[in-house]
């Protein structure tokens, strides 16, 4: 089992940066993926960033590329996402997610993933 808890979250203008961190329970987190998902008021929840075990892929969506980095720190159990020159449209409740796996390959469906935090919000203001 696996417990994960989001903070970070905030009030920002347009422009602006946050950094969202996830900290994980568990002895056995270098042997998970984790994303970030987000979601938006009347809208599915979407695929943000992932980034494997070893930190050594990343992948993100397109909306989000070149703004955002997710970067891990397994020693500290804890995966972050750096957001910069946000946008209005970035505000939604973001979510972490994990799930253990040895494969490079870059999880991007939210079934794909067995564990997830409750979510932190992130409103960023015009």
């Known amino acids: 089992q696996v417990q994960l808890v989001e903070s970070g979250g905030g009030l920002v203008q347009a422009g602006g940066s946050l950094r969202l961190s996830c900290a994980a329970s568990?002895?056995?987190?270098?042997?998970?993926?984790m994303g970030w998902f987000r979601q938006a008021p009347g809208k599915e929840r979407e695929f943000v960033a992932t980034?494997?075990?070893?930190?050594?892929?990343?992948y993100y969506a397109d909306s989000v590329k070149g703004r955002f980095t997710i970067s891990r720190a397994n020693a500290k159990h804890t995966v972050y996402l750096q957001m910069n020159s946000l946008k209005p449209e970035d505000t939604a409740v973001y979510y972490c997610?994990?799930?253990?796996?040895?494969?490079?390959?870059?999880?991007?469906?939210?079934?794909?993933?067995?564990?997830w935090g409750q979510g932190t919000q992130v409103t960023v203001s015009s």
């Open positions: 568990g002895r056995t987190f270098s042997s998970y993926a």
């Open positions: 980034i494997s075990w070893n930190g050594g892929t990343t």
């Open positions: 997610a994990a799930v253990q796996t040895s494969s490079g390959v870059s999880k991007v469906q939210r079934y794909e993933y067995d564990y």
